[in-house]
């Protein structure tokens, strides 16, 4: 039988519904702050450009390993990839690069996936079945951990393998956390404004 919390402000029973998943509603009230909203705003901007720059960087580190590129330049973001997905509907890249994009892309929506909601991911892919749903959790499982492999020798933070290390580590990090606090400090600081 699936259960659900209730909220503290509220007495009222819980509902479920048999084979319904119940997402859970955040009832956390931040503890106040005494920095300005702009600042809270500020700093939130600050976390999603590091994650967008981080984002760019392991869909680089996928992509080098499909066009055999070599380690990506971290200090130099390539922005030109945030266009990628749109060239690719347009036709305009060439084959090699429609399917590096096609890889690269794929492999971070399945990681921004993992960062959202792999529950939710996990459920409407077992709407297929028992077999695809194994399937997915395997494949997708196997995908994160190529991301992270990609990130490991594609990028590098140093020569030495710590470098390479590190660097795996804090971009998956970054990318794991960092959009979504980034967004919960800008929506807390507009709510205090």
């Not at 590096?100 to 077992?126: D, K, N, P, R």
């Amino acid at each position: 039988m699936t259960t659900t919390r209730r909220s503290r402000n509220t007495r009222a029973p819980a509902s479920t519904t048999a084979g319904s998943v119940v997402a859970p509603v955040s009832t956390v009230s931040y503890a106040p702050s005494t920095h300005p909203p702009k600042f809270i705003t500020l700093v939130g901007v600050g976390f999603l450009i590091l994650f967008v720059v981080a984002l760019l960087t392991q869909i680089q580190t996928n992509e080098a390993f499909i066009t055999n590129a070599g380690q990506v330049n971290v200090y130099k973001p390539n922005w030109a990839i945030l266009w990628q997905p749109i060239a690719l509907i347009m036709g305009d890249l060439s084959p090699q690069d429609a399917i590096a994009t096609i890889f690269g892309w794929g492999i971070e929506l399945i990681y921004l996936g993992f960062v959202v909601g792999y529950e939710l991911m996990q459920h409407s892919v077992a709407r297929s079945g028992l077999l695809m749903g194994r399937i997915f959790k395997t494949g997708s499982w196997i995908i994160v951990g190529f991301n992270m492999w990609t990130d490991y020798n594609y990028g590098t933070l140093s020569t030495a393998a710590w470098g390479h290390a590190a660097f795996a580590f804090i971009t998956a990090f970054i990318v794991g956390f960092f959009g979504t606090i980034g967004l919960a400090l800008i929506e807390h600081g507009w709510s205090r404004a």
